[in-house]
């Protein structure tokens, strides 16, 4: 009965404020623009990391658009930072999940689906999401959050659009978590 309370106690620690997490992704925000000179983002650290893997194999064939669009990491130092950044996320939403109770292996989803469909869409929103962040020349956090704190009309037109389109087709899919 005492590690069932245990358990209970864990599982109900609560989360960060919102608030004090708006203002240290804002304070992280500034700090990437000071330290950097770059905002925030994400989807250029998969196609520097990309650039990287495929280099060795891809010397002398300047033909491709991968090619000639993208330097290696070896060759241009200054995209390191970006891939960097992306470690320091994965490291540190693991480090949390640890030390706040919450790091589990499972699939949650709504008692109406199968964790099959579940994983299923979620490869497909991200998939979606992965081709929508090179159409609009970059991810939510580049785009948006570092659009918008430099004052860039398209930063704020963007997260409009983002939390726009999200709000519009929620509908469609809320029978697969409500």
């Not at 002398?60 to 200054?78: A, I, R, V, W």
């Not at 950044?85 to 008692?111: C, D, M, Q, W």
């Not at 959050?145 to 409009?160: D, E, R, W």
Request: glycine share 14%; with cysteine; net charge positive.
């Amino acid at each position: 009965m005492n590690s069932t309370n245990n358990e209970l106690k864990r599982a109900a620690k609560p989360y960060m404020n919102p608030y004090i997490g708006g203002v240290l992704l804002g304070l992280v925000l500034l700090s990437a623009f000071f330290i950097a000179g770059e905002g925030l983002g994400a989807s250029g650290a998969f196609k520097n990391a990309i650039s990287f893997c495929v280099s060795p194999f891809t010397k002398g064939t300047d033909g491709s658009f991968f090619g000639n669009t993208y330097k290696s990491l070896m060759e241009d130092h200054s995209k390191w930072w970006i891939v960097i950044e992306v470690l320091g996320v994965l490291i540190g939403g693991f480090l949390s999940g640890a030390f706040s109770g919450r790091l589990k292996l499972k699939v949650e989803h709504s008692p109406k689906i199968t964790a099959k469909r579940r994983l299923i869409f979620a490869l497909l929103g991200g998939i979606f999401f992965g081709f929508g962040s090179q159409f609009g020349r970059g991810c939510t956090s580049g785009a948006a959050l570092s659009g918008m704190a430099s004052f860039s009309v398209a930063g704020f037109l963007t997260m409009m659009f983002i939390f726009g389109t999200g709000y519009a087709v929620a509908y469609i899919f809320r029978k697969n978590w409500i």
